[in-house]
Nanobody, 125 residues
């Protein structure tokens, strides 16, 4: 079992900056044997479906949704299984609950997804 926990959400004015953090921690010694691979940020605005914001592989390669490209930066610390999302030039349409997802790679190609509880980001105009 892996526990995923986000932090850093809050309320900011349009044009402002926030940085979200997410850590993935194995709850058992057995679970800690297997690597956390891709980590990602998703968001879900009220009345909308959850959408991918950005994801980053263990080698640091990343990709972004078109709506945040050039404004958001995802990064990670592999030693801590922690991922960050720096959000610049925030817009009201970025308002959503932001969720972190961590993939854990098990033997035989099996990959498990673990989600955090989410953190609210609110951007006022």
């Amino acid at each position: 079992q892996v526990h995923v926990m986000e932090s850093g959400g809050g309320r900011v004015q349009s044009g402002g900056t926030l940085t979200l953090s997410c850590s993935a921690a194995s709850s058992t010694a057995a679970a800690s044997r297997f690597s956390i691979t891709t980590m990602a940020w998703y968001r879900q605005a009220a009345g909308k479906e959850r959408e991918l914001v950005a994801r980053i592989a263990k080698d640091g390669s990343a990709d972004y949704s078109d709506s945040v490209k050039g404004r958001f930066t995802i990064s990670r610390d592999n030693a801590k299984d922690t991922v960050y999302l720096r959000m610049n030039s925030l817009k009201p349409e970025d308002t959503a609950v932001y969720y972190c997802k961590a993939n854990q790679e098990l033997p035989h190609g099996l990959v498990l997804d673990y989600w955090g509880q989410g953190t609210q980001v609110s951007v006022s105009s």
